[in-house]
């Protein structure tokens, strides 16, 4: 089992840049794969990145590639997402998810949420 919690969203212009994390808490940290997602009002959750256990490998949503990264410090227990170059599109609640076994893009292979935070950028 671990819990998690994200932090870091608030309103910002297109064009910024913000930083999520997401602390876990729990079971070994590093026995995680770690994803991001995001849902927009009226929209399915859909991916963003995904990072491996120990962060050797990663994977991104085309839309998001060279605007995002995802990267993680398993002694902190925290990943992060750090979105550059933000678009008014890139508006939604970001949540992080957690799973055991290796890299995906499919929310229903998660298997531990948190609540998620609010990104919201302004044109």
């Known amino acids: 089992q671990v819990q998690l919690v994200e932090t870091g969203g608030g309103l910002v212009q297109a064009g910024g840049s913000l930083r999520l994390s997401c602390a876990a808490s729990g079971r070994t940290f590093s026995s995680y794969t770690m994803g991001w997602f995001r849902q927009a009002p009226g929209e399915e959750r859909e991916f963003v990145a995904a990072?491996?256990?120990?962060?050797?490998?990663?994977s991104y949503a085309d839309s998001m590639k060279g605007r995002f990264t995802i990267s993680r410090d398993n002694a902190k227990n925290t990943v992060y997402l750090q979105m550059n170059s933000l678009k008014p599109e890139d508006t939604a609640v970001y949540y992080c998810?957690?799973?055991?076994?290796?890299?995906?893009?499919?929310?229903?292979?998660?298997?531990?949420w948190g609540q998620g935070t609010q990104v919201t950028v302004s044109s």
């Open positions: 990072i491996s256990r120990y962060g050797s490998s990663t």
């Open positions: 998810a957690a799973r055991t076994l290796r890299l995906s893009a499919q929310v229903s292979d998660y298997n531990y």
